[in-house]
């Protein structure tokens, strides 16, 4: 069975940084394109980062403050989150995805809470 293993979340103050990882299990991780996800109380869930083994792409209200990586020999994928504020609290949830013409899996982590407060 597939597992997507978050870690690093926490409590931190405004200004800090934080570094979320996410290891993967028992998929062709190269295959996946690899994202992290965001759910504040009350809110939809967002896409915050997403990575392929070409490009990345962020929402704008992180731009320039976090960074995506991921490294396909430990199929691991972190999200270096800088200049943190209080309206980045959420969950984070890491997703993997393959999309191959009319087949699309998403797979899920159980999520890490970020909690950014003085």
């Known amino acids: 069975q597939v597992q997507l293993v978050e870690s690093g979340g926490g409590l931190v103050q405004p200004g800090g940084s934080l570094r979320l990882s996410c290891a993967a299990s028992?998929?062709?991780?190269?295959?996946?394109?690899m994202g992290w996800y965001r759910q504040a109380p009350g809110k939809q869930r967002e896409l915050v980062a997403a990575?392929?083994?070409?490009?990345?792409s962020y929402t704008d209200s992180v731009k320039g403050r976090f960074t995506i990586s991921r490294d396909n020999a430990k199929h691991t994928v972190d999200l270096q989150m800088n200049s943190l504020r209080p309206e980045d609290t959420a969950v984070y949830y890491c997703?993997?995805?393959?999309?191959?013409?009319?087949?699309?899996?998403?797979?899920w982590g159980q999520g890490t809470q970020v909690t950014v407060s003085s």
């Open positions: 997703n993997a995805n393959i999309k191959i013409g009319l087949y699309e899996r998403n797979y």
């Open positions: 028992r998929i062709t991780f190269s295959f996946y394109a």
């Open positions: 990575i392929t083994n070409s490009s990345t």
